[in-house]
């Protein structure tokens, strides 16, 4: 009977631990930790070219995070990618006219929204849109660009 | 010539009935399952030999695995100076990869083995006759706890390699190398997601304890009974759930990331 109880005890401890581990890839490995906190206004924004960027993405204002890109949609009369960004709740005093741009972390990183703060008196609330918009850069773009204009000047 | 067509064609149909007789042992296994859970204690018996007890190889090949990822990445990645995407690089290597094909290996080794040796030798001291002498069906009685506990304890095992070995890669990383403990972590919780890498990676390591239990029980449960029957259904755990292990893998990555 003990003997038994013991082999109880360690088969419980085995499963607890086995499912503590399920639980640190969950909350400390993957992205399931910041998962949860999906509150907050959406906002959206359309822009010519969003290169890479995917939902779930970053949205920073000055380096801090404030938002993720929750959908990305093509418009069909425009041709723009329409972009539903969540704004965290507790940031909800962004001015009306702020711009968003897309930029690369680093030079091969993920891409990400940054937010410009504006100078308006009214702040973004939910459904607005983001009218100032720049699109991401593509690098191969600029390349082409850059070779264009070097043979233009010889 | 003849001989020789012939030796493949008695291989060929001793393959496809050693096949269907796994089948319908497998068969009567899981009809017997729903029984078990009501003397639950049988399980937990068994999960004890079989998950309790490898432990502790898990762990420790778990923690060494992942400390050498995190060298051997750190190498590579310095030269593109991105050394703080280890963390990216170990946990889905890890992950999706390592963890649970490492640990299914070594729970063959370590498990399976047991449990062919276990049953092959009550097949041949005749416990198994004897209980069906008595009306106790052998299969429901020692097979289906031991079949459970493999299924149940196998994706705990995998969790376990995964998690100390990203620990290990972190103490190389950090400790050793310096890499930045932010960036580690918050460049992993980047790009791992849950459903995709860690979840598949839960599902790929199940379907390993599986086949894996299956195989040990089937070959200790079909051994020839005696001693030299038993060694050699043991030996063939072993290797046949290594290249089932193996050759599951490519299908199920194939299946879970290829697209």
């Known amino acids: 009977m003990m003997q038994s109880k013991q082999t109880e005890i360690l088969v419980g401890l085995f499963v607890a631990a086995g499912l503590a581990a399920l639980f640190m890839l969950a909350m400390k490995v993957s992205n399931l930790g910041d998962f949860t906190d999906e509150k907050g206004y959406q906002v959206t924004a359309s822009f010519q070219n969003i290169g890479g960027l995917k939902p779930r993405s970053q949205v920073s204002m000055a380096g801090v995070r404030v938002g993720r890109v929750a959908d990305i949609k093509l418009d069909p009369e425009t041709y723009d990618a329409v972009v539903t960004l969540n704004i965290y709740p507790e940031y909800d005093n962004i001015p009306l006219d702020t711009s968003a741009s897309i930029f690369t972390a680093g030079l091969l990183g993920e891409q990400y929204i940054g937010l410009q703060a504006g100078a308006d008196d009214f702040y973004l609330g939910d459904g607005d849109e983001i009218t100032l918009t720049q699109p991401a850069v593509v690098l191969e773009q600029i390349i082409g660009q850059f070779l264009y204009s070097k043979a233009e000047g010889e | ?259």
């Open chain 2, 1 to 259: 010539m003849i001989d020789f067509i012939r030796m493949l064609g008695r291989w060929g149909l001793g393959t496809l009935e050693r096949l269907g007789r796994a089948t319908l042992l497998l068969v009567q296994i899981i009809t017997g399952i729903p029984e078990l859970m009501m003397r639950f204690s049988l399980v937990v018996q068994q999960l004890f030999y079989v998950g309790v007890l490898s432990v502790l190889i898990i762990l420790v090949s778990g923690l060494f695995v992942g400390m050498v990822l995190g060298l051997q990445g750190y190498n590579t990645l310095v030269d593109f100076g991105a050394e703080e995407s280890l963390g990216v690089l170990v946990s889905l290597s890890l992950v999706r990869e390592l963890g649970p094909v490492v640990s299914a290996l070594l729970f063959a080794g370590r498990a399976g083995s047991a449990l062919t040796a276990e049953v092959g030798l009550m097949k041949s001291t005749e416990q198994l006759s004897g209980m069906e002498m008595m009306a106790v069906d052998p299969v429901r009685r020692i097979i289906a706890p031991r079949f459970l506990a493999g299924v149940i304890s196998m994706p705990l095992l995998a969790a376990m390699f995964s998690a100390v070995g990203i620990l290990g890669a972190f103490l190389v990383g950090h400790g050793l190398l310096g890499v930045d403990d932010g960036a580690f972590w918050s460049q992993m919780q980047a790009k791992t997601d849950w459903y995709e890498d860690i979840l598949n990676g839960v599902i790929k390591s199940i379907v390993f304890g599986f086949v894996v239990t299956w195989i040990a029980l089937f070959e200790g449960y079909d051994a020839v009974p005696t001693s030299e029957g038993v060694g050699r259904s043991t030996t063939r755990t072993v290797v046949h759930s290594a290249f089932a292990i193996l050759g599951l893998d490519f299908v199920l990555t194939a299946l879970m990331f290829g697209e």
